[in-house]
T-cell receptor
Framework: QKEVEQNSGPLSVPEGAIASLNCTYS??????FFWYRQYSGKSPELIMS????GDKEDGRFTAQLNKASQYVSLLIRDSQPSDSATYLC????????????FGTGTRLKVLA | DTGVSQDPRHKITKRGQNVTFRCDPI?????LYWYRQTLGQGPEFLTY????????KSRLLSDRFSAERPKGSFSTLEIQRTEQGDSAMYLC???????????FGPGTRLTVL
């Protein structure tokens, strides 16, 4: 079992729709969770962090965390073609080193 | 620009050559991380520093790889006797405290011929 799992996609949504991206993780002791956006050939860009159960909203983005079920999700409202990218889920396991474990990413395509 | 910077942005080398990459973190960040990313994969952790101390190295970091962070400022990652399997994007990230957001530099893309 991979430590952080994401569906590789592509996930295609029409412009203006809600995109829902999911991530599951194996280390139940994980404390910190992050979503990054990565355009082709570029480096990861931080979108959001979430540390406690529930929802966290920032503009068009909402991160959701459920530690009991070991999943974290990202909702993108009013999706735009410029949101087309790979979305990486990163988890900081309870290892004491504070390194991130990344999923393989979900490729999102927003269709105009 | 006060973000993380990396140099060079691209490096093409022949198998067996040594290469060195540099990372300058955000100035107030005392933690610095190196990751490697290959096509279709997420970044994989290589090593990290708190100030000048290298506190963890991944098993991915073979004896051909070495990293330093003298004086707790910039960091270098050296790969000796490069192999074609070393071709990847090498990413540097920094954070100001444990457990908080890491910010990535633009990366160095290495191609080993």
């Amino acid at each position: 079992q991979k430590e952080v799992e994401q569906n590789s996609g592509p996930l295609s949504v029409p412009e203006g729709a809600i995109a829902s991206l999911n991530c599951t993780y194996s280390d139940r002791g994980s404390q910190s969770f992050f979503w990054y956006r990565q355009y082709s050939g570029k480096s990861p860009e931080l979108i959001m962090s979430i540390y406690s159960n529930g929802d966290k909203e920032d503009g068009r983005f909402t991160a959701q965390l459920n530690k009991a079920s070991q999943y974290v999700s990202l909702l993108i409202r009013d999706s735009q073609p410029s949101d087309s990218a790979t979305y990486l889920c990163a988890v900081e396991p309870n290892s004491g080193s504070y390194k991130y474990i990344f999923g393989t990413g979900t490729r999102l395509k927003v269709l105009a | 620009d006060t973000g993380v910077s990396q140099d060079p942005r691209h490096k093409i080398t022949k198998r067996g050559q040594n290469v060195t990459f540099r990372c300058d973190p955000i100035s107030e960040h005392n933690r610095l991380y190196w990751y490697r990313q290959t096509l279709g994969q997420g970044p994989e952790f290589l090593t990290y520093f708190q100030n000048e101390a290298q506190l963890e190295k991944s098993r991915l970091l073979s004896d051909r790889f070495s990293a330093e962070r003298p004086k707790g400022s910039f960091s270098t990652l050296e790969i000796q006797r490069t192999e074609q399997g070393d071709s990847a994007m090498y990413l540097c990230a920094s954070s100001f405290a444990p457990g908080v957001e890491q910010f990535f530099g633009p990366g160095t893309r290495l191609t080993v011929l």
